[in-house]
């Protein structure tokens, strides 16, 4: 598998387009994020700048950046808040352009929110090194629109609050406890969920964290996301689905070891 695993139902052609971005913000750890070049900036003032950026959400699905005042696309913020991220799931895709991928655009401003800085830094642990230099700081966007390519003939221009899920559930203020007991009581859960529910190979995967329509697993350098079939509001909400999620894999490894074996022929 490579770095990145899409939400795997993000090109289902059943879910909303508010759904099919909301995915695609989920599962990501990263985007391309365009910025306005600033005047008096070393390049051309107004052209459209692309970087690269490490990414992640907010329970609402709304995108958190970490970034450093030193990089340029910080200076164009500081200058025009105006930006652009596009998230991608064409990724390990045969024909990249069948594949669901989204421009969300909006207005990044910095965030004093202990809980963003939490959520990135569970989302992406090697930022611990860096997250205390003084010159990185916490970003959110404020999410205006979003243009949606999910496939050939499948485009979809939508407003912020037509992607983005539901904020304040009762699970936000427990999701750190339903996290660390997944991770200190449930390892062999989250290795079926990984191997037999989500196909990827390796041992050691742990949650980095849970929302209303699922839970984030990463191994390394790599992360998946575990859909769930409805979405939940609380802990128990979450517990639920997850033990059903178990009982899921465990069916399907039962059931594949009983399907008859082919015969050997000499």
Known sequence: MGMMDTDAKSSKTDRSPG???????????????????????PGPSGWPYASLVMMAVDHAATPILLISTLADHTQNLLADPRASLLVDGTAGLEEPLTGARA?????????????????YLARHPSAEMYAGFGDFSVWRMQVERAHLV??????????????????????????????????EDHADAIALYAK???????????MTGVDAEGADLRLGGRIARLPFDKPVIDADGARVELVRLVKKARASISAEAQEPQNPVVP
Request: proline residues 2%; without cysteine; charged residues 30%.
């Open 150 to 183: 999910a496939g050939f003939g499948r485009i979809h221009w939508l407003d912020g609050a037509d992607l983005l899920g539901a904020s304040g559930l009762p699970l936000e203020t427990r999701e750190v406890d339903v996290v660390g007991h997944m991770n």
């Open 196 to 206: 037999v529910l989500l196909g990827q190979d390796g041992d050691g995967w742990t």
């Open 19 to 41: 759904a099919i971005v909301r995915g695609l913000l989920r599962a990501t750890d990263r985007a391309t994020l365009a910025t306005v070049q600033r005047d008096g900036s």
């Open 103 to 119: 421009t969300v655009m909006g207005r990044l401003e910095r965030s004093d929110d202990p809980e963003h800085r939490r959520r």
